[in-house]
Protein backbone atom coordinates (compact mmCIF):
# COMPACT_ATOMS: atom_id res chain seq x y z
CA UNK A 1 0.00 0.00 0.00
CA UNK A 2 1.56 3.14 -1.36
CA UNK A 3 1.57 6.39 1.53
CA UNK A 4 0.75 9.68 0.25
CA UNK A 5 0.41 12.66 2.25
CA UNK A 6 -2.84 13.84 0.83
CA UNK A 7 -6.45 14.45 2.13
CA UNK A 8 -9.21 12.01 0.97
CA UNK A 9 -10.29 14.17 -1.28
CA UNK A 10 -7.06 13.75 -3.18
CA UNK A 11 -7.64 10.02 -3.97
CA UNK A 12 -6.62 10.34 -7.68
CA UNK A 13 -3.13 10.60 -6.28
CA UNK A 14 -3.44 7.40 -4.79
CA UNK A 15 -4.78 6.29 -7.97
CA UNK A 16 -2.16 7.85 -9.59
CA UNK A 17 1.04 6.16 -7.26
CA UNK A 18 -0.18 2.73 -7.86
CA UNK A 19 -1.01 3.49 -11.89
CA UNK A 20 2.61 2.41 -13.17
CA UNK A 21 5.84 0.66 -12.71
CA UNK A 22 6.74 -1.85 -9.88
CA UNK A 23 5.73 -1.46 -6.04
CA UNK A 24 9.14 0.07 -5.29
CA UNK A 25 10.97 2.37 -7.38
CA UNK A 26 14.13 2.70 -5.82
CA UNK A 27 15.94 3.95 -9.29
CA UNK A 28 15.39 5.21 -12.50
CA UNK A 29 16.67 6.23 -16.09
CA UNK A 30 15.51 7.08 -19.18
CA UNK A 31 16.65 8.64 -22.89
CA UNK A 32 14.93 11.07 -25.06
CA UNK A 33 14.84 12.75 -27.76
CA UNK A 34 14.04 16.97 -27.97
CA UNK A 35 12.77 19.30 -30.73
CA UNK A 36 13.11 22.83 -29.10
CA UNK A 37 11.95 25.93 -30.71
CA UNK A 38 14.19 28.28 -30.16
CA UNK A 39 13.95 32.26 -32.06
CA UNK A 40 16.60 30.70 -34.48
CA UNK A 41 14.99 27.96 -35.61
CA UNK A 42 14.59 24.55 -34.40
CA UNK A 43 17.21 22.81 -31.72
CA UNK A 44 17.43 19.02 -31.58
CA UNK A 45 18.75 17.54 -28.02
CA UNK A 46 19.20 13.87 -27.25
CA UNK A 47 19.64 13.34 -23.26
CA UNK A 48 19.72 10.46 -20.81
CA UNK A 49 18.75 11.01 -17.19
CA UNK A 50 19.66 8.78 -14.54
CA UNK A 51 18.31 9.02 -10.22
CA UNK A 52 18.42 6.33 -7.63
CA UNK A 53 17.07 7.04 -4.35
CA UNK A 54 16.60 9.13 -2.57
CA UNK A 55 19.13 12.24 -3.78
CA UNK A 56 21.21 11.48 -6.37
CA UNK A 57 19.97 12.71 -10.44
CA UNK A 58 22.32 13.11 -12.84
CA UNK A 59 20.98 14.61 -16.48
CA UNK A 60 23.26 14.43 -19.77
CA UNK A 61 22.12 16.20 -22.51
CA UNK A 62 24.01 16.55 -26.22
CA UNK A 63 23.69 19.50 -28.25
CA UNK A 64 25.43 20.42 -31.14
CA UNK A 65 27.20 22.49 -29.53
CA UNK A 66 28.45 19.91 -27.12
CA UNK A 67 27.46 17.87 -23.84
CA UNK A 68 26.27 19.38 -21.25
CA UNK A 69 26.48 17.31 -17.57
CA UNK A 70 24.31 17.81 -14.37
CA UNK A 71 24.38 16.05 -11.17
CA UNK A 72 22.96 16.46 -8.25
CA UNK A 73 23.59 14.07 -5.16
CA UNK A 74 23.34 14.99 -1.11
CA UNK A 75 24.56 18.88 -0.95
CA UNK A 76 26.86 18.28 -3.59
CA UNK A 77 25.96 20.03 -7.22
CA UNK A 78 27.99 20.45 -9.79
CA UNK A 79 28.01 20.49 -14.05
CA UNK A 80 30.51 20.15 -17.16
CA UNK A 81 30.70 21.31 -19.88
CA UNK A 82 32.96 21.61 -22.51
CA UNK A 83 34.49 24.62 -20.79
CA UNK A 84 35.31 22.41 -17.51
CA UNK A 85 33.37 21.61 -14.19
CA UNK A 86 31.29 24.05 -12.15
CA UNK A 87 29.50 24.51 -8.66
CA UNK A 88 25.96 24.62 -9.49
CA UNK A 89 24.64 28.11 -8.15
CA UNK A 90 21.40 28.20 -6.31
CA UNK A 91 19.00 28.81 -9.14
CA UNK A 92 20.73 26.62 -11.00
CA UNK A 93 20.20 23.70 -7.95
CA UNK A 94 17.01 24.42 -7.65
CA UNK A 95 16.62 24.20 -11.32
CA UNK A 96 17.77 20.16 -11.09
CA UNK A 97 14.93 19.79 -8.50
CA UNK A 98 12.30 21.04 -10.83
CA UNK A 99 13.74 18.98 -13.79
CA UNK A 100 13.75 15.77 -11.25
CA UNK A 101 9.81 16.60 -10.23
CA UNK A 102 8.81 17.13 -13.71
CA UNK A 103 9.86 13.85 -14.52
CA UNK A 104 7.06 11.88 -14.88
CA UNK A 105 8.75 8.61 -12.93
CA UNK A 106 10.29 10.90 -10.74
CA UNK A 107 7.11 12.70 -9.61
CA UNK A 108 5.30 8.94 -9.44
CA UNK A 109 8.44 8.44 -6.84
CA UNK A 110 7.74 11.11 -4.78
CA UNK A 111 4.26 10.71 -4.06
CA UNK A 112 4.73 6.67 -3.23
CA UNK A 113 7.83 7.81 -1.05
CA UNK A 114 5.16 10.16 0.90
CA UNK A 115 7.30 13.92 0.07
CA UNK A 116 4.07 15.03 -1.74
CA UNK A 117 1.47 17.47 -0.13
CA UNK A 118 -1.61 17.88 -2.38
CA UNK A 119 -4.60 19.96 -1.80
CA UNK A 120 -7.60 20.91 -4.69
CA UNK A 121 -8.05 23.92 -6.18
CA UNK A 122 -10.90 25.76 -7.69
CA UNK A 123 -10.66 25.28 -11.04
CA UNK A 124 -9.69 21.87 -11.17
CA UNK A 125 -6.00 20.56 -11.03
CA UNK A 126 -4.75 19.55 -7.88
CA UNK A 127 -1.87 21.66 -6.31
CA UNK A 128 1.41 19.72 -5.36
CA UNK A 129 3.96 20.73 -3.13
CA UNK A 130 7.33 18.97 -3.02
CA UNK A 131 10.85 20.05 -1.41
CA UNK A 132 9.74 23.76 -1.92
CA UNK A 133 8.36 23.86 -5.40
CA UNK A 134 4.55 23.92 -6.34
CA UNK A 135 3.19 22.06 -9.32
CA UNK A 136 -0.27 21.89 -10.43
CA UNK A 137 -1.19 18.69 -11.97
CA UNK A 138 -4.50 17.34 -13.66
CA UNK A 139 -5.00 13.53 -13.83
CA UNK A 140 -7.16 11.44 -15.21
CA UNK A 141 -9.81 9.69 -12.88
CA UNK A 142 -10.38 6.40 -13.96
CA UNK A 143 -6.98 5.52 -14.62
CA UNK A 144 -4.54 7.72 -12.43
CA UNK A 145 -2.38 8.91 -15.27
CA UNK A 146 -0.57 12.32 -14.92
CA UNK A 147 -2.16 13.58 -18.01
CA UNK A 148 -1.01 17.41 -17.25
CA UNK A 149 1.70 19.39 -15.36
CA UNK A 150 2.04 22.96 -14.68
CA UNK A 151 5.16 24.52 -12.65
CA UNK A 152 6.81 28.25 -12.85
CA UNK A 153 10.12 27.86 -15.63
CA UNK A 154 11.86 29.76 -17.75
CA UNK A 155 12.28 29.36 -21.46
CA UNK A 156 15.45 29.32 -22.97
CA UNK A 157 16.37 33.05 -23.08
CA UNK A 158 15.98 32.88 -19.20
CA UNK A 159 12.78 34.57 -19.08
CA UNK A 160 10.14 33.63 -16.92
CA UNK A 161 7.57 31.62 -17.71
CA UNK A 162 4.89 28.82 -16.55
CA UNK A 163 5.34 26.02 -18.11
CA UNK A 164 2.94 23.31 -18.47
CA UNK A 165 4.02 19.80 -19.59
CA UNK A 166 0.86 17.62 -21.41
CA UNK A 167 2.32 13.48 -21.47
CA UNK A 168 0.40 11.37 -23.96
CA UNK A 169 0.96 8.19 -26.26
CA UNK A 170 1.17 5.76 -22.47
CA UNK A 171 2.37 3.04 -23.48
CA UNK A 172 -0.18 -0.15 -23.23
CA UNK A 173 2.37 -2.06 -20.95
CA UNK A 174 4.30 0.09 -18.66
CA UNK A 175 1.36 2.59 -18.31
CA UNK A 176 4.12 5.04 -18.52
CA UNK A 177 4.00 8.15 -21.43
CA UNK A 178 6.20 7.92 -24.15
CA UNK A 179 5.59 11.48 -25.90
CA UNK A 180 5.65 15.03 -24.04
CA UNK A 181 4.33 18.40 -25.32
CA UNK A 182 5.67 21.53 -23.61
CA UNK A 183 4.02 24.45 -24.01
CA UNK A 184 5.56 27.96 -22.39
CA UNK A 185 2.78 30.59 -21.26
CA UNK A 186 0.37 28.20 -24.07
CA UNK A 187 2.58 28.21 -26.72
CA UNK A 188 4.52 25.14 -27.51
CA UNK A 189 8.24 25.23 -26.96
CA UNK A 190 9.39 21.75 -27.29
CA UNK A 191 8.49 17.98 -28.32
CA UNK A 192 10.11 15.08 -26.44
CA UNK A 193 9.75 11.94 -27.15
CA UNK A 194 10.83 9.30 -24.44
CA UNK A 195 13.07 6.73 -26.02
CA UNK A 196 12.87 4.63 -23.51
CA UNK A 197 12.03 4.17 -19.42
CA UNK A 198 14.29 1.65 -17.11
CA UNK A 199 13.29 0.88 -13.60
CA UNK A 200 15.32 -0.61 -10.73
CA UNK A 201 18.57 -1.14 -12.48
CA UNK A 202 20.61 0.70 -10.42
CA UNK A 203 23.48 3.04 -12.27
CA UNK A 204 26.74 2.60 -11.31
CA UNK A 205 27.82 4.90 -8.63
CA UNK A 206 30.46 6.51 -10.39
CA UNK A 207 27.79 8.30 -12.42
CA UNK A 208 27.60 10.60 -9.74
CA UNK A 209 31.33 11.47 -8.71
CA UNK A 210 32.45 14.46 -9.66
CA UNK A 211 35.08 14.29 -12.59
CA UNK A 212 38.89 15.22 -11.86
CA UNK A 213 39.30 17.57 -14.86
CA UNK A 214 40.14 21.47 -14.82
CA UNK A 215 37.40 23.71 -13.36
CA UNK A 216 35.76 26.11 -15.05
CA UNK A 217 37.24 29.19 -15.81
CA UNK A 218 34.83 32.30 -15.81
CA UNK A 219 34.61 34.00 -18.78
CA UNK A 220 36.32 37.53 -19.23
CA UNK A 221 34.71 40.80 -18.87
Known sequence: MYWVMATACCAVLELFAASAGPAKIESFSYRTLSVVQTPSGELTA????????????????????????????????????????????????????????????????????????????PDGPLLLRVEGLELRASFDEATGRLLELSTPGANIMGAPVTEKRVFS???????????????????????????????????AAELFERPDVPEEKERDP
Open 46 to 121: VSQGYFVAPDAYREDATMSFGKIVTVRRGDEAWAATPRGVSDLTPDQRKRTIERLYRNYVGLLWAVRDGRVEAEET
Open 169 to 203: DFDAETNLPKRISVLHDEEPAAEITIKSWTLNDSP
